[in-house]
């Protein structure tokens, strides 16, 4: 096959179609663009639930008249665990001005007993320890006279996976509709550039071209499509987010404890090379019955 | 399908397709393959509507080196019949052999390999009016794959050929009606084919380009190519000396030695080597006797 002559043919053809090439390569960024939103959120929430698994954190909550002493030793013998990053006594008292600043409930919340808020040892592990870090810690302490339960926090994370999953089935489910969209715009696109173009296809068909000849610049132009819409999306998708970056990332570390991420370069690479398939697919699709000459 | 294969091979000195050659009067690489004719219709029957052949058991042989004018009233399937042998509609009886292969049987892939050997003009040209000159006959050779370099050199012999030497690089659209057309003729003669079909060529033209693009066609045939010339225009007819097959009702009459020997009855013959083509002097406004009483229903 003659490549070098698909590739003229098709510069041809772009170059005498370009206005309509521009306005459905401009819709389809549209659509890439909605699409590159929804793996850039899914990416984040990815991101925040990793940092927070790894960034693990057990509560030890402890029994009514836990002596000094032994709470110091605990807090020694957790101290000295592997994965462990700090241990933290917080009594009762801590626990009931803790609540009452964070709650903003009034003076109702001031008129509870102290002895209502249990002391506790804050564990916080070091980063990579995570949820079985956190299961381990729970296991061992949970043997301890005076330690009356453990919040390791399991089932939290666990909502936080259905959440993601939830995310990332919404994610895959707009990726269809776009690729559905590309598509249809592409293969519309093609049928109107092939109806502009009906009697070169005849020459060309009356002159012995085969249809592998004729179709070869179509498809390439539709690849084309799809791949520069997808590239203008993830480019106009970086430089938004890298903008926005700087100006929400000190609130989002403060709030949710991670920073703001792009799609890992695979993802992005994925999506132009899926706009090229999907693009050259669709042209494919649409030129099948002009073809009979 | 060696015939239709023929049509990728290269020469191994020019790049050019092998398959043209072959085809050509006293190139034939077969010893019997010269004697053979280029066309045969068999039996043919076209219907386009039940019980109303466009076509009706047609039988005609078509000698290597012909120049054969195919006429008729308009509808009467002139140009279904050109179309039969390209392969753009199928027969529904019969069969057309084409250097003894039978065309109505090829494959859809092999369609495109029998295009290749032959060359085609058409009334409204078909030509690419926003291409320039030079693109729209470098066509015929971009889908032989031919290289670049060759393509060029082909393409102005051809537009040399034809008249247009010097205007490829004109936008074909701006180019006068009867330019447009040798612009389709040198698209169609460029490859070199064994055979050109040309479907009322003159129809679009004044009768003094219809005439200059007549000897075009004769100067290609000149060359050994053989021609099939669609036409009603009796004007064309006779003023020229070449066989004309006559379709009406679907039916084939012809005369071998232009429209005075229709008079003569000399249809049962056999095909005899044509003369030369006329020169463009000759082709020229050259008066014509009355036509016979026999003819004047036919082409009056």
């Not at chain 2, 072959?22 to 004719?37: D, E, I, T, V």
């Amino acid at each position: 096959m003659d490549l070098a002559g698909t590739l003229r043919r098709a510069a041809r053809g772009m170059r005498e179609e370009a206005r309509l090439h521009l306005v459905s390569t401009s819709s389809l960024a549209i659509a890439f663009l909605c699409l590159g939103v929804a793996l850039l959120m899914l990416a984040n929430l990815d991101a925040l639930a990793g940092a927070w698994e790894r960034a693990g954190r057990v509560t030890i909550f402890l029994r009514d008249g836990a002596r000094q002493d032994q709470i110091d030793e605990l807090t020694s013998a957790l101290s000295a665990l592997p994965g462990v990053a700090s241990v933290t006594h917080v009594t009762s008292a801590d626990a009931r001005r803790e609540f009452v600043a964070d709650a903003h409930l009034g003076a109702s919340v001031e008129t509870l007993p102290t002895d209502a808020f249990p002391a506790s040892l804050e564990v916080e592990l070091a980063g990579g320890a995570g949820r079985i870090g956190s299961a381990a810690i729970a296991e061992r302490v949970s043997q301890v006279a005076i330690v009356e339960d453990v919040e390791t926090y399991a089932s939290w994370f666990d909502q936080l996976h259905g959440l993601l999953a939830a995310g990332r089935g919404a994610a895959l489910g707009l990726a269809v509709l776009v690729l559905l969209c590309v598509l249809f715009v592409v293969g519309n696109t093609i049928r109107l550039v092939v109806a502009g173009r009906r009697d070169e296809i005849e020459v060309l068909k009356l002159c012995g071209a085969s249809d592998r000849f004729v179709r070869g610049p179509f498809i390439v132009e539709g690849a084309t499509q799809g791949f520069v819409a997808a590239l203008v999306a993830m480019l106009t998708l970086a430089v938004a987010f890298f903008f926005l970056r700087d100006r929400v990332d000190g609130a989002l570390v403060s709030l949710l404890g991670a920073h703001a991420v792009f799609l890992h370069p695979s993802m992005a690479l994925s999506v132009l090379f899926a706009g090229g398939l999907v693009g050259a697919i669709g042209s494919a699709l649409s030129l099948r019955r002009y073809l009979a000459v | 399908m060696a015939l239709l294969d023929l049509g990728r091979k290269r020469s191994s000195e020019d790049g050019s397709p092998r398959s043209f050659a072959y085809f050509r009067q006293g190139l034939s690489r077969a010893q019997g393959a010269g004697n053979k004719p280029i066309l045969v219709f068999d039996g043919v029957t076209k219907f386009h509507k039940p019980d109303q052949p466009t076509l009706r058991d047609v039988n005609l042989s078509i000698e290597r080196g012909e120049f054969v004018f195919i006429t008729g009233p308009s509808g009467a399937g002139k140009s279904t019949l050109l179309q039969l042998v390209m392969r753009r509609q199928s027969v529904d009886d019969g069969r057309i052999l084409f250097c003894g292969r039978d065309i109505a049987r090829l494959t859809a892939a092999s369609i495109p390999h029998l295009r290749r050997n032959i060359g085609v003009v058409f009334q409204d040209f078909k030509v690419i009016p926003h291409w320039t000159v030079l693109e729209n006959v470098a066509v015929a050779l971009e889908i032989l794959e031919m290289p670049r370099r060759l393509i060029r050199s082909r393409v102005a012999e051809a537009l040399e050929r034809v008249g247009l030497g010097g205007k490829g690089g004109q936008i074909t659209g701006t180019l006068s009606g009867g330019e447009q057309q040798r612009v389709a003729v040198a698209r169609a003669i460029v490859a070199e084919p064994a055979l050109v079909l040309a479907d009322e060529p003159t129809g679009n033209l004044d009768p003094h380009l219809a005439l200059d693009i007549l000897t075009l066609f004769e100067e290609i045939h000149a060359t050994g190519t053989t021609v099939l010339f669609a036409t009603h225009d009796h004007t064309l007819l006779d003023q020229r000396p070449h066989r004309i097959v006559y379709i009406d009702d679907g039916q084939v009459r012809e005369a071998r030695h232009g429209l005075r020997s229709f008079a003569g009855g000399s249809t049962s013959e056999p095909a005899k080597k044509e003369p030369a083509a006329p020169t463009k002097a000759a082709a020229r406004g050259v008066a014509s006797p009355p036509l016979s009483p026999e003819l004047s229903p036919l082409f009056g």
